[in-house]
């Protein structure tokens, strides 16, 4: 990470810009990694691919660990006035696939047109940037997805998303449910997770090297409670495993 970092691989203010800008930067090919989002292909200005990178299996004929039940959810705040309106824009938008590609694509013909009943193309301004945009990942029923025609994937890799290829390989985690209580120990979680921004996260994201840091970075990290974090966590966790057995 340290030589991508010092390589301009990595955004040289990376620990300060805001996460929208640090996606910004990586989706135009201006940096290669964000902070919590994984490498991606790596595009020029006219956003073609100019670096693609791969997944491989190690394993390929090995089990497949699930550890999330789902990767995105949307949730209405429990502070809100009027929760129905919020599941009744969910409802209205799941249900048709025109409601859909209003929401995450625009106006049909204005802002993307159809390629088919699954692919689809945006319209782009004379700058070649999207007229339209909203991260579908953030919010899209995955049946009614559209894949952009112009996409890099395999149609291996499209059918993984669209559902789970490897079901039969599908091994289930026994922490799928589990979630952390950090009230236990709640002032040493804020002051470990506080030190983990100033200590930590500088050598993740390669700003300075591993070698040299991470020894102080992590006594630091046990100073402010990180052992009692990880201990309570633990006795959650086994509580919880032992709960579903």
Not at 162 to 168: H, L, V
Not at 188 to 200: D, H, K, L, V
Not at 204 to 209: E, R
């Amino acid at each position: 990470m340290h030589e991508m970092y010092t390589e301009g691989l990595i955004h040289p203010d990376i620990l300060n810009l805001p996460s929208d800008t640090i996606r910004a930067n990586k989706e135009a090919g201006d940096a290669l990694m964000g902070i919590m989002t994984p490498i991606s292909d790596q595009l020029d200005e006219s956003g073609n691919v100019v670096v693609e990178f791969m997944d491989y299996w190690l394993n390929d004929s090995g089990p497949f660990l699930m550890n999330l039940p789902l990767l995105n959810s949307n949730a209405i705040p429990a502070t809100t006035k009027h929760p129905e309106a919020g599941l009744k824009f969910l409802d209205w938008m799941y249900s048709s696939q025109e409601n859909q590609d209003l929401v995450l694509y625009g106006i049909e013909g204005v802002h993307w047109e159809p390629v088919g009943d699954t692919e689809y193309r945006r319209i782009k301004d004379e700058n070649n940037k999207n007229l339209y945009a909203f991260d579908y990942w953030m919010i899209e029923y995955v049946p009614l997805h559209r894949f952009d025609v112009d996409r890099t994937t395999s149609a291996e890799e499209d059918a993984t998303y669209i559902g789970n290829t490897r079901e039969a390989q599908t091994v289930l985690s026994p922490v799928i449910g589990f979630n952390f209580n950090s009230e236990p120990v709640s002032v040493e979680f804020a002051n470990m997770m506080a030190e983990y921004t100033t200590s930590i996260l500088p050598i993740k994201l390669g700003v300075i090297p591993y070698e040299g840091n991470f020894e102080t970075a992590y006594d630091k990290m046990k100073a402010a409670g990180c052992e009692a974090v990880i201990a309570e966590y633990q006795k959650q966790l086994q509580a919880y495993i032992a709960s579903q057995n």
